[in-house]
């Protein structure tokens, strides 16, 4: 018997010598057991575990991920494939003087010095990221709120350079902005305070926060980031992207391990590999797998020596930026219980545009903050402003006022920026005497669900959950990327499109960003332009929305059949 089937044995199936009437398996046996009882008993392992996932959750959890159509991977993989050959052939005519080469290259002198420049990996920006630049980088001139203007460009080599024309595009809805509660403005409360702390502190600081660097400002601050996330301390650093990628060097390195979402950002991701310890990548949202990560990191330790991990940190984002997803956190802390782990959870995207008070992930899913072991965020999505912070137990932050290099080495924040975020989280706090931070969040809320229900409606494959203010739409051909970006703003929309390798080769997407600064006539103009030109490219791929409409249809005839009876 091999041991395979010594462990099917041992599973509670029986093996039995084969006979004349049975047809023998690989190892010379069959198995018989009760289908019946064997997927009853699975059925009923699966509604348990189902129950009690879903008491996790105190309102339902949904989030949309529908399949790429296969004809339409099929032409997105032809489509690469017919670009990559005709890049190569520019590429033997540029080499051979056909074709004029605007790269930067190696000097004939200077071929036998370490080459500066990678040919073969500039490949890609060479051929297929220079035809449409012109979607990225497009300079503004105004504030980034709901509407914005741009400065017209023009370019006469095909995107290697750009001209600007002196003519400004006015009034364009921006869908791309980070602007979540559409405190991005040159007016109103939160300007007025910045513009007056600017006159009294002035705009630099000119130190760092160990220094004489370290304002009444930021501690102000500090203290009120504190009791805005529910946690005993806090402490504010001048640049988001610093805040992960210094920051968790400090808390862990060699002889620790993190698990790591497949999809985090890329300041987690270089944060992590500053950092020394070992890495492992858990499938997206996906439990089993990173369940299945820490049961073998707590049965075999350290590679090697098989000596217990010093700490194993478990990295999620609360609302993920290029999926619109919003992470499991619920599940994620039943493991990090479970397994004693430590959890930090990046709340760049999810702070103010989350919750019924605003207060991230933590206060969508009706959680304890103190669950959550190092809470991070950004002041540059939701606030208006720039920067980030951490939050948690006193011990953590007086440790990272010491030992993180952003606080040691790094100039701290602007005051007019310190005072911006100050004014703008009592005003989502309610502590600035009026309404109007709860009006914002209720109306992101709405804005969020009535423009994706628009879009789902129009048949648009977008991803995401319910309530997530990212907003993705799958263009999937790489030809699209370009054609979406430059006929939306043709209709007066600004938008972001994206493509490999920030996502999928197979998965282009357009991401819109929703905010409460958005009038319910700006989003129908937009989804107007959307649905336009979703007609002329044929992005209109969702299957589930084509056979409910097409069921709409038919049970209208059948009533305006019988009506006219």
Avoid at 1 to 19: E, I, Q, Y
Avoid at 233 to 246: D, I, L, P, Q
Avoid at 496 to 504: D, H, I, L, N, Q
Avoid at 529 to 548: C, F, H, M, T, W
């Amino acid at each position: 018997m091999t041991l395979n089937s010594v462990s099917k044995l041992l599973n509670g199936d029986t093996c039995h010598r084969t006979s004349q009437t049975k047809k023998p398996g690989a190892n010379g046996y069959v198995k018989s057991h009760c289908v019946f009882q064997k997927q009853q008993n699975r059925s009923r392992r699966s509604t348990e575990k189902n129950h009690h996932v879903s008491a996790l959750y105190n309102k339902p959890f949904e989030q949309s991920f529908e399949e790429t159509p296969l004809l339409v991977a099929v032409l997105t993989y032809m489509g690469y494939g017919i670009l990559t050959i005709f890049g190569y052939l520019r590429d033997f005519l540029r080499e051979w003087k056909f074709e004029k080469c605007h790269l930067a290259r190696e000097r004939e002198e200077q071929k036998d010095f370490v080459p500066l420049y990678q040919d073969f990996e500039d490949f890609y920006t060479r051929n297929l990221y220079m035809r449409i630049r012109d979607n990225w980088n497009r300079p503004i001139c105004s504030v980034p709120g709901a509407k914005m203007d741009l400065v017209e460009r023009t370019t006469p080599d095909y995107n290697w350079t750009f001209e600007h024309t002196g003519r400004v595009i006015k009034d364009v809805i921006n869908m791309g902005s980070y602007n979540y509660l559409g405190f991005a403005e040159s007016s109103g409360a939160c300007a007025d305070a910045a513009s007056d702390c600017c006159m009294k502190y002035g705009v630099g600081v000119s130190s760092t926060r160990q220094e004489i660097g370290n304002l009444d400002k930021h501690e102000e601050l500090e203290k009120l980031a504190a009791r805005f996330l529910g946690v005993e301390s806090s402490m504010v650093f001048g640049m988001g992207f610093a805040t992960n990628s210094m920051n968790i060097p400090a808390l862990v390195g060699r002889g620790c391990l993190i698990l790591s979402d497949e999809l985090n950002h890329a300041s987690l991701v270089l944060g992590a590999r500053l950092s020394g310890s070992t890495i492992r990548v858990f499938k997206h949202n996906n439990m089993q797998s990173l369940e299945k990560l820490l049961r073998d990191a707590i049965v075999h330790g350290q590679p090697r020596t098989h000596r217990p991990w010093k700490k194993i940190l478990i990295i999620v984002e609360g609302i993920y930026s290029m999926e619109g997803s919003i992470v499991r956190l619920p599940e994620i802390i039943a493991l990090k219980k479970k397994y004693k782990a430590y959890l930090y959870l990046d709340e760049a995207h999810s702070i103010g545009a989350l919750g019924p008070r605003g207060r991230g992930v933590v206060d969508y899913f009706g959680l304890d903050p103190t669950d959550v072991d190092i809470m991070m965020g950004t002041f540059t999505k939701s606030f208006g402003a720039a920067g980030g912070y951490i939050g948690g137990k006193k011990e953590l932050i007086d440790y990272l006022r010491s030992h993180s290099h952003s606080a040691v080495y790094a100039t701290s924040m602007s005051s007019p920026v310190t005072q911006q975020i100050i004014t703008s989280m009592k005003c989502i706090m309610g502590e600035d005497g009026t309404t109007l931070g709860q009006k914002r969040l209720n109306q992101l809320s709405e804005n969020t669900t009535y423009f994706r229900r628009k879009l789902h409606e129009m048949g648009f494959i977008i991803y995401g959950n319910n309530d997530s203010p990212v907003v993705p739409l799958m263009l999937y051909m790489p030809a699209k990327i370009g054609a979406f970006g430059r006929e939306m703003l043709k209709r007066n929309i600004g938008t972001v499109v994206v493509g490999f390798p920030a996502t999928p080769i197979i998965e282009s997407r357009a991401r819109f960003c929703v905010s409460a600064a958005h009038t319910r006539e700006m989003l129908d103009t937009a989804l107007k332009a959307i649905s336009e030109v979703g007609d002329v490219l044929q992005l209109k791929y969702s299957r589930y929305n084509r056979a409910q409409s097409e069921d709409t249809d038919c049970f209208s005839y059948l009533e305006s059949h019988h009506d006219h009876q």
